[in-house]
């Protein structure tokens, strides 16, 4: 616990000075909610640039630190109204801090993430534990974007295992999330704001990527989101109210570009250049459409410095990644016939983006669970009906920005969809999920309906309360409605995900992969704590960490080793694995290898055949252990 929460307020700390000094030096004396994103995407850099300096995280630890100290000198002074921002913020962190590690409450510890629901943490494990030995390994190898594992490598140098420096990471990023929306949420009441502010920052199915540990989808999806609010203040003069040049206008985008880029290599790129695109686009041809084509003209060279400037910071910082996001182009996720489903049982519903799931697995099908399949549609019926009133309501106020990234974004699904494959489309979902919440939340939570008659004629209509007034009465009532519905069925449904987070073991170590080139295709029989089996999820993280063989998995209580007469081996096993203060299990084993915290043993003479353990595959992500 104190290794997760220590890496947390690290990361969180960290992240806003170096997010907030940019706003500073660009001219903001304010605080903006969006500097925690704005710093972590520095800090994916920076952590990413220096990780493999001799001595491997030491350097990166100097290279954050020093310019976090050297930011806090430079804001003093340069940051009005901290206090008021600290009395709406800290109640939302607070939230989002106790949302996020309601996994780890309710497990009762705090481990690795996802274990039985997605083994995609252990790889990430293991590419971190080789950038802190400052070595090689797969991912390092294939272009792999490693910002992340860079941070945690760097944050594990003070004490934290990977693991929980992972978690905090992971709690971080929610809390980040969280705290971006209240840059729209900021005149809305405080029991509202906080609400709507966790429910954006944790829709459900971020809720439900947070708990199998996918860190990159839900850090991703923080990019977005923050791209887009930026946008939209942006365009409303508040980005950076009074920029110390025009260039400085819009450079807190860049540092979420490049962010983007150290966390999801080129595709991370492409939600947020899209959305940037499509709003100028729309921006200049409404412009075009009031005034005439030379004022559109005059708009976009005003903003060309800006624009610039943006395209040279985010060109500058990661020219360094550009030859492995050339090698990352040939990663398996891209191949159609590679990775298929992953982790899924089929593909997922892009519904599922609007919140409304009633389900602890977002991989179910409606009606696979314990709510009929009626409740699953209308579900999705009330969340169509809430983003449909969103948009009209943010299309009414003139508001374009956060409209067109939600709609990049479902082009972006799409092409996923018809192109790539399900596992893709599912990440495209992640990564609408927060703007597809926004949109409605913000409009249900706001004073202003989105049809109104005009103030002089709703006054007169107040005043004769004759059918106008009835109608918009109604209105009023039915929006208060959806309101309260959806919103209540959106927040119990990322409730019942994060509730529902499995937590592996608590520490993790990469001996049980470096014995895999050993087993073979013979069967080995894997000996665990009762404890890790049952309380920790055990059985999965075992079996996949010895992928690619024949495993199977029991209980250390059920062999006795200190009876005089040892059992032989199960018929067929040629290899057993125990912890290494065990004793040898059975007779006829021969000690074969150590390997960290395990042995491992091979029996002689050899037996025939492969045996009676299932082989473990690739395939069988979905649950390593079946079987």
Same mark, same amino acid.
């Given at each position: 616990?104190?290794?997760?929460?220590?890496?947390?307020?690290?990361?969180?700390?960290?992240?806003?000075?170096?997010?907030?000094?940019?706003?500073?030096?660009? +001219?903001?004396?304010?605080?903006?909610?969006?500097?925690?994103?704005?710093?972590?995407?520095?800090?994916?850099?920076?952590?990413?640039?220096?990780?493999?300096?001799?001595?491997?995280?030491?350097?990166?630890?100097?290279?954050?630190?020093?310019?976090?100290?050297?930011?806090?000198?430079? =804001?003093?002074?340069?940051?009005?109204?901290?206090? +008021?921002?600290?009395?709406?913020?800290?109640? *939302?962190?607070?939230?989002?801090?106790?949302?996020?590690?309601?996994?780890?409450?309710?497990?009762?510890?705090?481990?690795?993430?996802?274990?039985?629901?997605?083994?995609?943490?252990?790889?990430?494990?293991?590419?971190? $534990?080789?950038?802190?030995?400052?070595?090689?390994?797969?991912?390092? &190898?294939?272009?792999?974007?490693?910002?992340?594992?860079?941070?945690?490598?760097? %944050?594990?140098?003070?004490?934290?295992?990977?693991?929980?420096?992972?978690?905090? =990471?992971? %709690?971080?990023?929610?809390?980040?999330?969280?705290? !971006?929306?209240?840059?729209?949420?900021?005149?809305?009441?405080?029991?509202?704001?906080?609400?709507?502010?966790?429910?954006?920052?944790?829709?459900?199915?971020?809720?439900?990527?947070?708990?199998?540990?996918?860190?990159?989808?839900?850090?991703?999806?923080?990019?977005?989101?923050?791209?887009?609010?930026?946008?939209?203040?942006?365009?409303?003069?508040?980005?950076?109210?009074?920029?110390?040049?025009? %260039?400085? +206008?819009?450079?807190?985008?860049?540092?979420?570009?490049?962010?983007?880029?150290?966390?999801?290599?080129?595709?991370?790129?492409?939600?947020?250049?899209?959305?940037?695109?499509?709003?100028?686009?729309?921006?200049?041809?409404?412009? !075009?459409?009031?005034?005439?084509?030379?004022?559109? *003209?005059?708009?976009?060279?005003?903003?060309?410095?800006?624009?610039?400037?943006?395209?040279?910071?985010?060109?500058?910082?990661?020219?360094?990644?550009?030859?492995?996001?050339?090698?990352?182009?040939?990663?398996?996720?891209?191949?159609?016939?590679?990775?298929?489903?992953?982790?899924?049982?089929?593909?997922?519903?892009?519904?599922? !983006?609007?919140?409304?799931?009633?389900?602890? &697995?977002?991989?179910?099908?409606?009606? &696979?669970?314990?709510?009929?399949?009626?409740?699953?549609?209308?579900?999705?019926?009330?969340?169509?009906?809430?983003?449909?009133?969103?948009?009209?309501?943010?299309?009414?106020?003139?508001?374009?920005?956060?409209?067109?990234?939600?709609?990049?974004?479902?082009?972006?699904?799409?092409?996923?969809?018809?192109?790539?494959?399900?596992?893709?489309?599912?990440?495209?979902?992640?990564?609408?999920?927060?703007?597809?919440? =926004?949109?409605?939340?913000?409009?249900?939570?706001?004073?202003?309906?989105?049809?109104?008659?005009?103030?002089?004629?709703?006054?007169?209509?107040?005043?004769?309360?004759?059918?106008?007034?009835?109608?918009?009465?109604?209105?009023?009532?039915?929006?208060?409605?959806?309101?309260?519905?959806?919103?209540? @069925?959106?927040?119990?449904?990322?409730?019942?995900?994060?509730?529902?987070?499995?937590?592996?073991?608590?520490?993790?170590?990469?001996?049980?992969?470096? =014995?895999?080139?050993?087993?073979?295709? &013979?069967?080995?029989?894997?000996?665990?704590?009762?404890?890790?089996?049952?309380?920790?999820?055990?059985? $999965?993280?075992?079996?996949?960490?010895?992928?690619?063989?024949?495993?199977?998995?029991?209980?250390?209580? $059920?062999?006795?080793?200190?009876?005089?007469?040892?059992?032989?081996?199960?018929?067929? %096993? @040629?290899?057993?694995?125990?912890?290494?203060?065990?004793?040898?299990?059975?007779?006829?084993?021969?000690?074969?290898?150590?390997?960290?915290?395990?042995?491992?043993?091979?029996?002689?003479?050899?037996?025939?055949?492969?045996?009676?353990?299932?082989?473990?595959?690739?395939?069988?992500?979905?649950?390593?252990?079946?079987?």
């Amino acid at each position: 616990m104190l290794g997760t929460y220590a890496s947390f307020l690290l990361i969180l700390g960290l992240s806003g000075l170096a997010g907030q000094a940019v706003f500073a030096a660009c +001219g903001r004396r304010s605080w903006s909610c969006l500097s925690p994103a704005v710093g972590l995407g520095l800090l994916f850099a920076v952590a990413w640039g220096t990780v493999r300096i001799p001595p491997a995280g030491i350097i990166s630890l100097l290279a954050l630190g020093v310019p976090s100290v050297a930011s806090l000198a430079y =804001l003093r002074g340069r940051l009005d109204g901290l206090s +008021g921002a600290l009395r709406i913020g800290v109640p *939302v962190a607070l939230g989002a801090l106790v949302l996020a590690s309601l996994p780890f409450i309710i497990e009762g510890r705090f481990g690795i993430l996802g274990t039985g629901l997605n083994p995609d943490m252990s790889p990430h494990l293991l590419a971190t $534990d080789k950038l802190v030995e400052d070595e090689s390994g797969r991912l390092l &190898d294939q272009g792999y974007p490693l910002g992340p594992h860079s941070l945690v490598a760097a %944050i594990s140098r003070l004490g934290p295992s990977t693991v929980h420096a992972f978690d905090g =990471l992971i %709690i971080a990023v929610a809390t980040m999330a969280c705290l !971006a929306s209240l840059a729209l949420l900021w005149r809305v009441g405080e029991p509202q704001r906080i609400f709507g502010a966790l429910l954006i920052g944790l829709p459900y199915l971020v809720a439900s990527y947070l708990i199998q540990g996918a860190f990159k989808e839900t850090t991703e999806a923080l990019f977005v989101l923050a791209f887009a609010i930026g946008l939209h203040q942006l365009a409303r003069g508040k980005l950076v109210p009074t920029p110390v040049h025009p %260039i400085a +206008g819009a450079l807190p985008l860049a540092a979420l570009a490049i962010g983007a880029v150290y966390c999801y290599s080129f595709p991370g790129l492409l939600w947020l250049a899209g959305s940037a695109g499509l709003w100028a686009l729309v921006e200049l041809a409404l412009e !075009a459409r009031r005034d005439s084509l030379g004022s559109a *003209v005059a708009a976009a060279r005003r903003a060309a410095p800006a624009a610039g400037g943006v395209l040279i910071a985010l060109a500058v910082v990661a020219a360094p990644e550009l030859g492995r996001m050339v090698d990352f182009a040939s990663f398996e996720t891209f191949n159609p016939s590679g990775p298929g489903l992953g982790n899924l049982f089929n593909a997922i519903s892009p519904l599922e !983006a609007l919140g409304i799931w009633p389900s602890g &697995d977002f991989r179910l099908d409606p009606g &696979d669970g314990v709510v009929p399949a009626a409740g699953f549609y209308l579900g999705e019926l009330l969340g169509v009906t809430a983003l449909a009133y969103g948009l009209a309501w943010w299309v009414r106020r003139g508001e374009r920005a956060i409209p067109t990234a939600l709609a990049v974004a479902a082009a972006l699904f799409a092409y996923a969809h018809f192109a790539g494959t399900s596992y893709q489309a599912a990440k495209a979902i992640v990564m609408a999920a927060p703007l597809a919440m =926004l949109i409605p939340a913000r409009a249900l939570l706001s004073t202003d309906a989105v049809v109104a008659p005009g103030r002089r004629r709703g006054a007169v209509a107040r005043r004769r309360g004759g059918a106008t007034g009835a109608l918009f009465g109604n209105r009023s009532r039915l929006r208060y409605a959806v309101a309260v519905c959806f919103l209540g @069925a959106a927040g119990g449904c990322s409730l019942l995900a994060l509730v529902n987070g499995p937590v592996g073991p608590t520490a993790y170590s990469p001996a049980l992969t470096e =014995l895999r080139p050993l087993l073979g295709r &013979d069967s080995t029989l894997v000996l665990a704590s009762e404890r890790m089996l049952a309380e920790q999820h055990g059985r $999965d993280y075992l079996v996949w960490e010895l992928r690619g063989g024949r495993v199977c998995v029991a209980s250390e209580a $059920d062999v006795r080793p200190g009876s005089r007469r040892r059992p032989l081996p199960p018929t067929g %096993i @040629a290899h057993v694995i125990t912890g290494a203060q065990r004793a040898v299990p059975f007779a006829g084993l021969r000690r074969e290898r150590r390997a960290g915290h395990y042995l491992l043993w091979k029996r002689h003479p050899a037996p025939r055949g492969e045996g009676p353990c299932p082989l473990i595959s690739v395939g069988q992500r979905p649950n390593p252990a079946a079987g």
